[in-house]
T-cell receptor, first 114, second 112 residues
Framework: DTAVSQTPKYLVTQMGNDKSIKCEQN?????MYWYKQDSKKFLKIMFS???????INETVPNRFSPKSPDKAHLNLHINSLELGDSAVYFC?????????????FGPGTRLTVT | QKEVEQNSGPLSVPEGAIASLNCTYS??????FFWYRQYSGKSPELIMS????GDKEDGRFTAQLNKASQYVSLLIRDSQPSDSATYLC????????????FGRGTSLIVHP
């Protein structure tokens, strides 16, 4: 059974389009995250939800909007896609929101904006 | 700006040698540190966590934490070609201010 899953795995789209990425975890964790990993492999947190509540919202353009319908799901919607949005987006989950919590990552979604 | 810094490498070691990966952090409030391994084209995978000063061993891996020096390291004994990957160090602030912060990763190459 996949612990943290994401769909789609690959996403190729044109500038200006709107797209969504979905994430689900079956670990029973309370906290979920979205990360962006750029071409230089730098992994940077974008958002975090704890029990459906937004707890981390880093400096991200407001074209990016997360949504957590329940604590097992965290989706990411991106409006008006730009070339610079091309990256790999990872979803992750952890048991809680504190600093002692280890994170488990999904397989990633490779987004290419042309 | 809270930062976690790593040498990007690549660090090249022969098979069977000890690989030593290092990481420094800027936030003295950081309580917990993690090492993740990321193979090319794959997602990060947790391999070690450490919360207290000193050493923590798990199989061929030993994590070391020195809070006074704000320094974290990962030693891989008897390195194997399958250990070739990028190793990410992660930490963050404490309690409610915890924001996971990753280093840029060190590329490790273990050659036969």
């Amino acid at each position: 059974d996949t612990a943290v899953s994401q769909t789609p795995k690959y996403l190729v789209t044109q500038m200006g389009n709107d797209k969504s990425i979905k994430c689900e975890q079956n670990l029973g964790h309370d906290t979920m995250y979205w990360y962006k990993q750029d071409s230089k492999k730098f992994l940077k947190i974008m958002f975090s939800y704890n029990n459906k509540e937004l707890i981390i919202n880093e400096t991200v353009p407001n074209r990016f909007s997360p949504k957590s319908p329940d604590k097992a799901h965290l989706n990411l919607h991106i409006n008006s896609l730009e070339l610079g949005d091309s990256a790999v987006y990872f979803c992750a989950s952890s048991p809680g929101q504190g600093s002692s919590n280890e994170q488990y990552f999904g397989p990633g979604t490779r987004l290419t904006v042309t | 700006q809270k930062e976690v810094e790593q040498n990007s490498g690549p660090l090249s070691v022969p098979e069977g040698a000890i690989a030593s990966l290092n990481c420094t952090y800027s936030d003295r409030g950081s309580q917990s540190f993690f090492w993740y391994r990321q193979y090319s084209g794959k997602s990060p995978e947790l391999i070690m966590s450490i919360y207290s000063n000193g050493d923590k061993e798990d199989g061929r891996f030993t994590a070391q934490l020195n809070k006074a020096s704000q320094y974290v390291s990962l030693l891989i004994r008897d390195s194997q070609p399958s250990d070739s990957a990028t190793y990410l160090c992660a930490g963050g602030g404490s309690g409610g201010s915890y924001i996971p912060t990753f280093g840029r990763g060190t590329s490790l190459i273990v050659h036969p």
